[in-house]
């Protein structure tokens, strides 16, 4: 990176909290502290504590929200932030956004910062949304005239012309969003930052506000800190991505890459799962899936494009008069690959009024998926009776390969982001 470019820069930044009723710490820690500064020694409290993992009952009163995060963003990068919540995402765009200081480190930035961190966040509520829109103006340090250079297309983006002569407090959740997203990304900030509040706006406005962004990152030159649980989002904004667990860094890199990460870390693959039929008193539940490789090897693991075969065992307690079977593949971005059901066909594959167990065998052979975790999910129907459904229960991996001697090895590094390799016939006439 070059320095002369870096807008923003993390250095060390650690974040303490105590746990219990009281947040801040006690009289007694407070002295404490004021005892060793004084006497030039280091904060007696940051030798203690615990990482930040919430699943986890520990022994400290004290946690590390974050933990010696480091990191640098250039002029006109978008960064998305991810992981999962209570990862410490929150606490960090705070700490950047000035809202809260770091216990240990420093953060660097130049230019005008911009937040967006929680509906309605530096709105006035007896205000109107005009006047709000000149209040924040006015923190971001604009004159009146530049402010009211924007005011006309701040409001037509917004979409709450009706009540932007209302006070912000009879506002739905959504047209404040709407309001505070219009102002911070119309008053020209250097620093854009938005956490998960744009979630609660419409499809419409997610839309026009990833949109914004771009714009502003792409034409505009600006930066953009972006927090979100929405992948597709990530992806289709993100220039680049941190990923943040237990409160620090785990990953720094491609959009891509951090995604996979992330959707991965708790991906366990197995080659067979024996689902519970123990109370399948009178209905047909699906009882287990085996997946087995082009060497009939049992197993989850699955060569990009090699023969492989699905084999379902169902538990029947009840006569199925029209039988319907269908199993499903989907990435871990809940994007659907491919679906194949028995109804597809002219003649099912099912004979009809099965009334004992029986076992499906689902052989696919040339499916080029590129390398990744992908879900299965499955159901068994009677008609238009649903009997069972396993959504997502079950997983494969499937390694990168090479479709035939004419191709190198296909991933979806190599893929801009594709689901499936498709081979074609090439012809050039010159």
């Given amino acids: 990176m070059s320095k002369d470019n870096i807008i923003l ?50 022994g400290s009163n004290y946690v590390w929200a974050l933990q010696d995060i480091n990191f640098e963003v250039q002029r006109g990068e978008v960064l998305g932030i991810i992981g999962k919540n209570g990862a410490g995402k929150s606490t960090l765009l705070k700490i950047l956004s000035k809202v809260t200081l770091p216990t240990i ?72 969003v709407r309001l505070a997203f219009a102002v911070a990304a119309h008053l020209e900030p250097d620093i854009l930052v938005v956490d998960e509040v744009l979630a609660v706006g419409d499809a419409e406005f997610q839309k026009k506000a990833i949109g914004k962004m771009q714009d502003i990152s792409k034409g505009d030159g600006r930066t953009v800190l972006f927090v979100s649980h929405n992948m597709a989002a990530i992806q289709d904004l993100c220039t680049r991505a941190i990923l943040l667990s237990n409160g620090e860094v785990k990953f720094d890199g491609k959009v891509d890459e951090v995604v996979n ?23 047909v539940k699906i009882k287990s899936i085996s ?10 693991q699955l060569k990009s494009g090699e023969k492989f075969t699905f084999e379902i065992e169902l538990d029947v307690k009840r006569t199925v008069r029209n039988p319907i079977f269908s199993l499903r593949l989907s990435d871990l971005q809940n994007v659907n690959i491919v679906t194949w059901r028995s109804n597809d066909f002219v003649v099912s594959p099912l004979d009809n009024n099965i009334y004992k167990d029986f076992t499906i065998k689902l052989s696919v052979g040339s499916l080029y998926l590129l390398n990744g975790i992908y879900d299965i999910s ?53």
């Fill in 105 to 176: 480190g420093e953060i660097k930035t130049k230019g005008r910062i911009a937040s967006l961190l929680e509906v309605g966040t530096g709105f006035h509520p007896e205000m109107t949304g005009r006047e709000n829109i000149y209040l924040n103006g006015a923190i971001l340090g604009m004159t009146k005239a530049e402010i009211k250079s924007k005011e006309a297309e701040i409001i037509a983006f917004s979409g709450c012309e009706g009540y932007i002569d209302t006070p912000v407090k009879r506002y739905s959740s959504g047209m404040r």
């Fill in 9 to 58: 820069k993390a250095e060390g930044v650690s974040k303490q909290y105590r746990l219990g009723l009281v947040g801040t710490g006690t009289l007694s820690d407070d002295l404490k502290r004021w005892w060793y500064l004084i006497r030039g020694k280091e904060d007696p409290f940051l030798k203690i504590g615990e990482s930040n993992d919430r699943s986890k009952k520990g």
């Fill in 291 to 300: 997946i087995f490789n082009s060497k009939n090897k049992n197993t989850s």
């Fill in 261 to 283: 990460k992330y959707l991965s870390s708790n991906s366990v693959t197995k080659s067979k799962i024996n689902f519970n039929t123990e109370n399948n008193i009178d209905s």
């Fill in 378 to 430: 499955m159901g068994f129907a009677d008609g238009k009776e649903v009997l069972d459904m396993k959504i997502k229960q079950a997983q494969i991996e499937v390694l990168a390969d090479k479709p035939n001697l004419k191709y190198h090895i296909i991933t979806k590094e190599k893929s801009s982001n594709s689901l499936i390799f498709s081979n074609a016939d090439w012809i050039i006439n010159q």
